[in-house]
């Protein structure tokens, strides 16, 4: 092999070896598709808080993870492209229930990179008891370096930012949900921030 040769290929392997720590797809950085997996954390004050992987369902016709998140029933499905989570707002009108809103949200995209940003928006309309009604969402994701955090390597630092606003009677509801998730390879979330509280991961099995 000719030196040129051997120089192409360590260039060829170094510059691998760092698209491999950049870019991590599928479950790898979000193991949220696996059955039995938990999560445990410790917030602000001290106390413990509980995610696990309860089982599977069809939600919209995919396979979807049933996610018991600190008490919170949530769906999520993955592929290797995105990881989405079922975002739902209920309306509870003369005591029965309408769901204005049932939409896959992208959480993370694949392969993960560095100051990757992810918009996006979804919307719904229709009516409740005669009122027309109008659920808008939007969204802005953006991946930070990829770091070494607490006792776990190459993580990624997420922040999220969702506008929700729901229109009915002639009555608009706007909320902003802005919250910050660290994420390690094969672990999943390691920390985070809403707020004043921070939550740190203390214990987690997964399958």
Not at 13 to 30: A, K
Not at 69 to 78: C, D, P
């Amino acid at each position: 092999m000719s030196v040129i040769s051997r120089c192409l290929l360590i260039v060829l392997i170094l510059t691998g070896c760092g698209r491999v720590l950049e870019q991590r797809v599928g479950d790898d950085y979000f193991p949220i598709m696996k059955p039995g997996a938990y999560w445990i954390y410790s917030n602000t004050e001290g106390d413990t808080m509980r995610m696990k992987v309860e089982g599977t369902t069809y939600v919209e016709g995919c396979e979807a993870s049933i996610v018991d998140r600190f008490g919170n029933l949530e769906y999520w499905w993955q592929n290797d492209r995105y990881t989405e989570r079922y975002w739902q707002h209920i309306v509870i009108y003369d005591g029965t229930p309408y769901e204005v809103a049932g939409k896959w949200v992208p959480f993370l995209r694949y392969p993960l990179v560095a100051n990757d940003v992810i918009t996006g928006e979804a919307s719904n309309s229709g009516e409740i008891g005669g009122e027309p009604y109008r659920w808008q969402l939007t969204w802005n994701i953006k991946v930070g370096e990829c770091k070494n955090m607490m006792t776990f390597d190459d993580v990624f630092t997420v922040e999220y930012e969702f506008v929700e606003t729901f229109s009915w009677r002639n009555v608009a509801d706007t909320c902003v949900y802005r919250f910050t998730r660290s994420y390690a390879p094969n672990v999943g979330i390691i920390r985070e921030i809403v707020g004043d509280d921070t939550l740190r991961l203390i214990e987690y099995s997964i399958p």
